[in-house]
DNA sequence: CCCTTTTCACCTAGGTGGTAAGAT
DNA sequence: ATCTTACCACCTAGGTGAAAAGGG
């Protein structure tokens, strides 16, 4: 591996909550024009090289058949500063035809969400060296189903609870979130 | 110039709006905070080399003194496709201390926005052709003058008339804008 | 007196799951 | 029967100028 990535180390954010979810099985709903993910896919990053050029990008690995592709762009990390990288943008979608940049799921499979970290490197026969310059994470609590509704009512009730935007669905407990 | 900025044209968005506004004398709030310009500066660019990179940024002169920059970040251009570029998360403050990134403009001065085309240079010694790599564009009707709080009633009122986000200031006419 | 700051009601824009109807 | 779609009320998030208060 190049050194600019074999030293690179990756913190799944919100990791309670994702187990939290993996306890009960995550669901993720996956519509026509694109649904957000929740809880939101988010990594603190270390042991990037300052002065070098990364690109970050996400897939998702089914635990039956294809793959899916999305990155969030370029990155130079800031000196003395963990990066913190959100894929809060990221949609996911049944639409086939999609062309709006979404990841396309296959609705009622489950899938593992994986993370890459890719050097750019700046040599002009960097394809030589492509598999030798990115580094890849999978944590195994954020695998989830893709669902056009959701299956289980306690991840409805746990999504209601804890994401802010179905605050209008929630019965009581101000203070709880 | 160089080739890949030289046949770069730039056609100004919303040209009919912003002169009615510069008939009246067009003003632009400043926050602490940050504001939004109204109407958004955007322009439609073509000539563009769709194989080259270019960075695309505002600044603002002074019919004054000093001077200051934004920039919305890369472009590489579709083939085929007339890039329209808009600045509409561009903000203006007079925060002096101001690190939000936005544009800091001395109130109750007037200022000429200003649009550059810089072509990315990928040869080791760019620095010796900086002078000839980018082109730059000025219209006299997005001339404006900083304040915070609107001097000219009419260009209050075309203000409210014309941007949907003061839609409820509006007295009536639902079908006129 | 002139200019700036703060707070507010009222919008736009868009992310939620519920619900009922539609599709297979 | 099972899964999908379309629409909805209800939120978050944030862009408006008005008005009143603050500052020099």
Chains 1, 2 share one sequence.
């Not at 993370?115 to 060296?129: K, T």
Request: glycine share 4%.
């Amino acid at each position: 591996k190049n050194q600019r990535v074999c030293h690179v180390a990756v913190q799944l954010e919100m990791g309670s909550l994702w187990e939290e979810f993996n306890r009960l099985g995550t669901e993720m709903i996956v519509t026509k024009a694109g649904r957000r993910m929740f809880p939101t896919f988010q990594v603190k990053l270390s042991g990037l090289d300052p002065l070098a050029d990364y690109v970050l990008l996400m897939d998702f690995v089914p635990l039956d058949d294809k793959r899916y592709r999305w990155g969030p762009g370029h990155l130079r990390p800031k000196m003395d500063e963990w990066a913190i990288v959100s894929f809060d943008k990221l949609k996911l979608t049944n639409n086939l035809l999609d062309d709006n940049g979404h990841i396309i799921l296959n609705s009622m499979h489950r899938y593992q969400p994986r993370f890459h970290v890719v050097f750019v490197d700046p040599r002009r026969d960097s394809e030589r060296f492509a598999h030798e310059n990115f580094k890849s994470f999978s944590f195994p609590e954020t695998q989830f189903m893709a669902v056009t509704a959701y299956q289980n009512h306690r991840i409805t009730q746990l999504k209601i609870a804890s994401n802010p935007f179905a605050k209008g669905f929630r019965d009581c407990e101000p203070e709880a979130w």
